[in-house]
């Protein structure tokens, strides 16, 4: 990748504050209680950090002009994945012991024995349900003031594949742009991936991860939620083998930014 200079786009008209971003897999924290439920080595839980946290997106993802609200999930997904649906018949990866509760890690190994029904509810009552309600008072917060808002999404993934993926393509891009059908304003995936490729980005669309959240209050509901999801693979910002940022951080970041200005602006003129 060759990152070129980026420029924010927007301006004092166009500025409206209609961005929600969704940062869900940034953190490393695990209380000392629920780390206590999980079975791995402090070793093997170091590993599956490394793997499974979306290093950096709480600041990769910097502020913008149009950014009015950023939800944050302040623990790791290794206690709850927020992102997964709240019941294991409807997600896909429970099947892998990865849905809103994981009991497997990225290998399928054994992350935390089964889970009772009393701790299930104990854990989405701490941390699953109150995510989801701040997020959908940010969004009708949003809705209230300008009668639209978009939601982006914010994820990085690792370069090669995690063996729990169902996506084993090795060959991946650097910018990946998940969509909703209903959800994804049309052409405004198609806008993103050229803003992207001009800042020297390789890209795909829904590869290897698609889907953007909605939530549940909104989805085919209201159609003036809008929803996009980035995800910035990680050797363009990171080392992955030790977790430290690069040198190029920084001017990731402000590729990334001039990519969310560019997604509200079309959305504002759609």
């Known amino acids: 990748m060759t990152m070129r200079q980026s420029t924010e786009t927007g301006n004092g008209m166009d500025a409206r504050k209609i961005v929600v971003l969704h940062i869900p897999h940034s953190s490393r924290l695990i209380p000392a209680d629920e780390r206590a439920q999980l079975s791995v080595s402090e070793g093997e839980l170091e590993t599956e950090l490394l793997r499974m946290t979306d290093a950096f997106t709480a600041e990769l993802f910097p502020p913008t002009l149009h950014e009015a609200e950023r939800v944050v999930f302040p623990v790791s997904r290794l206690v709850c994945d927020v992102e997964r649906f709240p019941n294991d018949a409807d997600e896909p990866m429970s099947g892998r012991g990865m849905g809103a509760i994981y009991t497997a890690t990225s290998t399928g190994s054994s992350l935390r024995t089964t889970v009772s029904a009393p701790e299930r509810e104990r854990i989405m009552t701490r941390w699953y349900r109150p995510h989801h309600e701040l997020l959908t008072s940010s969004v009708d917060k949003v809705l209230r003031r300008e009668d639209l808002c978009l939601i982006i999404d914010c994820h990085s993934f690792a370069d090669r594949p995690l063996p729990h993926e169902p996506d084993q393509d090795p060959q991946r891009p ?86 969310l200005s560019t997604a509200a602006t079309f959305f504002l003129s759609a």
Not at 188 to 211: E, I, M, Q
């Open 174 to 259: 650097e910018i990946c742009i998940g969509t909703d059908p209903r959800h994804t304003a049309q052409g405004l995936a198609g806008a993103l991936a050229d803003a992207a490729r001009k800042l020297g980005f390789t890209v795909a669309v829904n590869r290897p991860f698609a889907g953007a959240i909605v939530p549940a209050k909104h989805y085919r509901a209201d159609m003036r939620v809008q929803s996009l999801m980035i995800e910035v693979n990680r050797r363009v910002y990171m080392n992955e083998l030790t977790g430290d940022r690069l040198c190029s951080f920084e001017k990731c970041r402000e590729a990334v930014g001039n990519l």
